[in-house]
């Protein structure tokens, strides 16, 4: 008779599900480099076979058939790498258990712990009160209300279900406030927030306010200090003098510093002045002494004009906000040129050139964008919040049968579909922290559906991120992401109605329909591309082998799967090269690795420059919001190779640039050691602190 239930080890009893069988072996089978593509079916089945008479079998009789059948079938190297699995689950178990968690999914114990640490809810004495499957059906439950007003309860079962597969699998992962809060009675599942700053006393504390409750909630806020009148500026009121922007940038840093997000993430902001706002160089300088100002990332934000002015080496206004008159005149070329070398000093600050970010405005007539989130992806009008989510592109990977893997395109279809009406949903059962957010959110519905693991994608597809068949990959990639994304939200709008400002929209002007006002967004998913097992947004990895520190200062040593498995499968001496590798990250330099091995495998020091910026505008160029990318940097450069960065960008039309080079903090999240490349908590390629 065949399999119908198992005895779990806690002495429960499931269903049978073939799958796990299945999954485990290909699992197996990819560690010890086979390229058998029907081993795990022949496994599974063989398995049946052996186990039909007992009744109820145990996993670990489970386990063990697997086991036999794999030595039956000759498969012996497979057969070593599933019993090594096996007792590594083990070890995992007895570790999750300490951690009090029941590691229901088999995520391994690097991501049990990121979840004990930040996601998993507590009982009133602070225990963990969920196992990672509980987590993932709460939020798939929670977000799945969102359908009940357009498709009744049998549309949000369903859509239940679908969004639970999807986030079980990790193909697909919203933003941490989501996971978080999500079915919790705070409910507030955004991640980005730009909030006003205006120039007066009540304006500013109020702005505070609001700023500290958001960060409560587990989201980040970005703010334009462009309307506050510069330093030593006349205050009526008092016949004082203003003390300018930097001052009260200062003020917001130390509210952050003593608010830690939800209790479990800490606060992030953006601060953005115009270029042409009189305190700019002291707003540049703010960071120079790696003190100041650590709860914030900085972004210039420049125009098309003053950019051709410091081509031209010409001069350019710089204007009271309060009067709007010229007070000053300043050489745009030394500004980017100041720009330049903080930045090279220090990585701070970013740029945003304002002009583009307006020309892709899809509501220019509700008012300017001045700012964006922390990490620069989602440019926001003010009190307009963003949730996020990113598909998985290694989960949409599969390999024929000569063993070669391919994009699945009708899966990365579905998952993009998926994730637009999963955000949608979002909106539609999110708690808002405040009125004037609640409003303008509703008002134009923005949603950010991005990509993580698109550096390990061109390693499985044996493609170096520094070359044309990279680029013309990203935007072959993104367009896609583009057209199935916008049809998903035009198919919302004809079932639930377009974004109430639609009539205001750019879209209306054109006749489309659309339920969101912006869908697409490149953030830089740092922690849940550790959930999710693979690289940082469409960053390249910093390195091949790393140690990683994980919350509450744990360790562990991450490797690059697909380096692995590439070294096994050309026989290579795998743990002497990643031994080598682990001290410098790289393998460019280890002459006993394959020259196009070590052309596929770049990490983001080996890369030059342009190609960073380059490829920041392949995905940019099909994106409705912004792309978080860092121009990652070798120490030895110069600040000039920095301001050409900042050029190239603006005139590849991204909407704002960061650079990193590397040794230029006296901390840093990475660092180069004799011993292993260390990554800071949750690391995610970016110089700048992305809040996680």
Known sequence: MAIERVRKRDGSIVSYDRSRIVRAVEEAAKAAGSSDTTLAERVASRVEAVLAAREV??????????????????????????ILYRSGRSDVRRAAGVLGVRDDLKLGLDVVRILE??????????????????????????????????????????????????????????????????GTPLGQLAACFVLPVEDSI?????????????????????????????????????????????SFIGIYDATTEVIKQGGR????????????????????????????LR???????????FMAKAAAGDKYDLVNPRTGRAVARANASEILDLIASSAWSGGEPGMLFLDAIARANPTPSLGEIESTNPCGEQPLLPYESCVLGSVNLNACLVRSGDGGPRIDWDKLGRLVALGVRFLDDCIEVERFPLEEIRRATLGNRKIGLGVMGFADMLYELRVPYDSEEALSLADRLMAFVEERAHAESRELARERGAFPNWK?????????????????????????????????????????????????????????????????????????????????????????????????????????????????????RHTDSAVSKTVNLPAGCSAADVRKVFVLAHSLGVKGVTVYRYGSRGEQVLSLRSGPVELGEGFCGEGRDCGT
Do not use: C
């Open 504 to 620: 205001q929209s750019t879209f209306a002007a054109r006749g489309i329909p659309m339920r969101n006002a912006a869908v697409t967004t490149i953030a830089p998913t740092g922690t849940i591309s550790l959930l999710a097992g693979t690289s940082s947004g469409i960053e390249p990895r910093f390195a091949l082998v790393a140690l990683r520190t994980l919350l509450a200062g744990s360790k562990m040593l991450e490797t690059a799967p697909a380096f692995e498995r590439a070294l096994r499968e050309r026989a290579l001496d795998t743990e002497a090269i990643l031994a080598e590798v682990a001290r410098t990250g790289s393998v460019r330099g280890i002459a006993r690795v394959p020259e196009d091995l070590r052309r596929v495998f770049a990490t983001a020091l080996d890369i030059e420059p342009s190609w960073h910026v380059r490829m920041q505008a392949a995905f940019q």
């Open 295 to 305: 709860n914030f990332n900085l972004s210039v934000a420049a125009t098309d004009e």
């Open 57 to 82: 079998p145990s996993v670990e009789e489970i386990q063990d058939a697997v086991e036999s059948s794999l030595i039956a079938l000759a498969a012996s190297d497979v057969a070593k790498a599933y």
């Open 117 to 182: 640490a930040r996601y998993l809810r507590r009982d009133s004495e602070g225990r963990v009160a969920e196992t990672p499957g509980e987590l993932f059906a709460r939020v798939a439950r929670a977000i799945s209300l969102g359908e009940l007003a357009w498709g009744g309860e049998a549309r949000a079962r369903a859509a239940e279900e679908e969004f639970l597969d999807a986030l079980r699998a990790r193909a697909f992962l919203p933003n941490s406030p989501v996971l978080m809060n999500a």
């Open 265 to 292: 993430r800490r606060g992030a902001n953006m601060g953005v002045l115009r270029v042409d706002h009189p305190d700019v160089v002291e707003f540049v300088r703010a960071k120079s002494d790696g003190r100041a």
């Open 202 to 246: 009540e304006g500013i504390f109020s702005t505070l306010s609001a700023m500290a409750r958001i960060h409560q909630s587990g989201g980040g806020t970005g703010f334009s200090f462009s309307r506050l009148r510069p330093k030593g500026d006349i205050v009526a009121s008092t016949g004082g003098a203003a003390s300018g922007p930097v």
